[in-house]
């Protein structure tokens, strides 16, 4: 699936949680920093948008995360499992990964407080922005301004690690799910041994597959997502 699709897709996750937050400010937080880490599994891919985000930083982040996906694979692949490199698509784009990253980002937020919380923020907004427009900007700034009204203050960013770490885990989640819709499947109930493979690529019937960037991601795919997005933002606002 295409960055675009994945930032949007978890941007429709995160606007169905959004509701479930304490303010407007906070579930609008949640909804793009849910898109934003759609796109994080795909750090495994050396062209990924997530990879060239930041430049040489996060080429080393996505060179580390190769190697140790590749690493993983090499030791736990069972019988059956097709001989491959082990990179892309596998340690990243499982619900073990989804789980660990959103339990990282709460356990970090929770012990190391507001400027642990601003930088997943800002890393959410920029990975959706960097996808899905410049329109996210303006979102966040109006969510980011809404914070700083008296009894609201960024500390208050501290207390929001529970939504921080559901946010993070249900945009890794949604980017397998994405991409167990695609010709290639996607290995996200690892290590569940399922016909002699660890990494058995969950995928279904082939009717239903769609290749990634083809016609149907773009024609069908695509544009349906912004009409889910457009009525769940319609129905978290009014
Ligand atoms: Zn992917």
Redesign the pocket.
């Known amino acids: ?1 295409m960055g675009r699709t ?1 930032a949007l897709t978890g941007l429709c996750a995160g606007l169905a949680l959004a509701p479930a937050a304490d303010t407007t400010a906070q579930g609008a937080l949640v909804a793009v920093v849910t898109a934003g880490f759609a796109l994080l ?2 750090l495994d ?1 050396p062209r990924a948008r997530a990879s060239r985000l930041l430049g040489p930083v996060t080429g080393l982040l996505s060179r580390v995360l190769r190697a140790a996906s590749r690493w993983l694979y090499a030791r736990t692949k069972g019988p059956r499992d097709e001989p491959h490199t082990g990179e892309h ?1 596998h340690a990243t ?1 499982t619900l073990a990964f989804a789980v660990l990253t959103g339990t990282c980002i709460a356990l970090g937020t929770w012990g190391l407080g507001t400027w642990f919380a601003a930088g997943t923020c800002l890393l959410g907004v920029v990975l959706a922005a960097d996808a899905l427009g410049d329109w996210v900007l303006v979102v966040a700034g109006i969510a980011g301004t809404a914070w700083w009204v008296p009894g609201y203050p960024v500390e208050a960013l501290a207390g929001t690690g529970l939504w921080l770490g559901i946010a993070a885990g249900t945009g890794c989640l949604v ?1 397998c799910l994405g ?1 167990a819709l695609t010709l290639s499947g ?1 290995p996200f109930l690892w290590p569940l041994p399922i016909a002699g493979e660890t990494w058995y690529e969950i995928r279904p019937p082939r009717p239903l597959r769609f290749r990634t960037g083809g016609v149907v991601e773009q024609v069908v795919v695509f544009p349906a997502f912004v009409v889910v997005a457009v009525a769940l933002a319609y129905g978290a606002v009014t």
């Open positions: 699936m994945h599994p795909d891919h698509r784009h980017h991409d996607c």
